[in-house]
């Protein structure tokens, strides 16, 4: 090899690679540590706590302290006539700044119910998802929510908490998001997953304006990713991976999630992402109630034909 030749080698060797933005550090978090980072001696340590139960008395009662009340559902209202769509950029980046949504600050998210049909779970992975769609990247779901934190005889409290004004980035991660268009048009061999109820996916319910699910779609009801005594406790992967599978949904496959409003979905998503590692796992924010809505889809119900 030749002198000049040797030397560039050297320095393409040498010039850095371009910079990768970093992965997203969300996941679960016990009790134990949740409350020792609120306590913390160290005011950068402290997280933003943020209670996203839908029942503003319920905040009132009791809560973690230094948590700041903000309600999942005032993310979304109707749209073109269709219920509990999320809001337009600039209302949503609005109502999380209001809450204290800051991209170097790591974010504690929980609500409370622990037993079916009480969901309120939801309401916590759908902050989580809509905090990182803006943007925030540390993010952290109490695993066991409050009933866990209850349980270990941790102080709640009735006094109100409000976060400074936030900051997030001018780009967020809207990739995570799918609409109606790029589920129609999936690639042969994504997964679909509707996390609803099997009742609600196999259209056996009074509850949507058509009945059934996707053409496609798998069923895989998200609370079978939970503990039984406490659906916000998070189920080990090991417990869960063979039932997954038996589904077809396994990691080296692009994973589409959808449910009745994007809540349910959310928490599927959440776990698969986050929890089992899933590369590539999106939400189809819209869900079934707008894909229902538009009358010339079609939508299947009963059990899949078998081809």
């Keep these: ?19 990768r933005a970093a992965d997203p550090d969300i996941g679960v978090i016990s009790p134990a540590e949740a409350k020792k980072l609120i306590e913390s001696a160290k005011a950068d340590e402290r997280p933003i706590v943020l209670d996203t139960r839908g029942g503003y008395k319920d905040y009132f009662r009791g809560h973690i302290p230094t948590a700041h009340h903000l309600n999942f559902d005032t993310l979304r209202g109707t749209d ?9 950029d600039d209302l949503t980046k609005a109502l999380l700044l209001r809450a204290g949504a800051h991209t170097d600050r790591l974010h504690i998210v929980y609500a409370t119910g622990d037993k079916l049909p009480n969901d309120e779970i939801l309401s916590a992975s759908m902050v989580a998802y809509v905090l990182e769609k803006y943007g925030v990247t540390k993010i952290r779901i109490v695993d066991g929510g409050l009933p866990a934190w209850a349980a270990a005889k941790f102080p709640v409290t009735q006094e109100y908490f409000g976060n400074p004004k936030g900051a997030l980035p001018e780009k967020g991660r809207p990739e995570i998001g799918l609409t109606t268009d790029d589920v129609v048009t999936r690639k042969p ?15 056996a319910d009074d509850v949507w304006l058509r009945k ?9 009801h998200w609370a079978r990713l939970m503990a039984a005594d406490n659906t916000h406790q998070f ?3 090991q417990k869960v991976k063979a039932e997954l599978e038996a589904a077809g949904i396994t990691a080296d496959k692009d994973v589409m999630v959808y449910c009745g409003t994007s809540r349910e979905g959310s928490l599927l998503r959440f776990y698969l992402k986050y929890v089992a590692k899933y590369p590539n796992v999106r939400l189809y924010e819209g869900s079934w109630k707008e894909y229902a809505a538009l009358k010339k889809l079609p939508a299947e119900a009963g059990e899949p034909k078998r081809k």
């Design 235 to 237: 189920l080990p992967f």
């Design 212 to 220: 059934g699910h996707i053409p496609g779609a798998v069923s895989f």
């Design 1 to 19: 090899m030749c002198r000049t030749r040797a030397a560039l080698l050297v320095l393409v060797a040498l010039v850095p690679a371009p910079a």
């Design 80 to 88: 073109s006539g269709v219920p509990v769509q999320y809001l337009p």
């Design 189 to 203: 061999g994504t997964v679909l997953v509707d996390a609803r109820p099997k009742n609600e996916y196999l259209g």
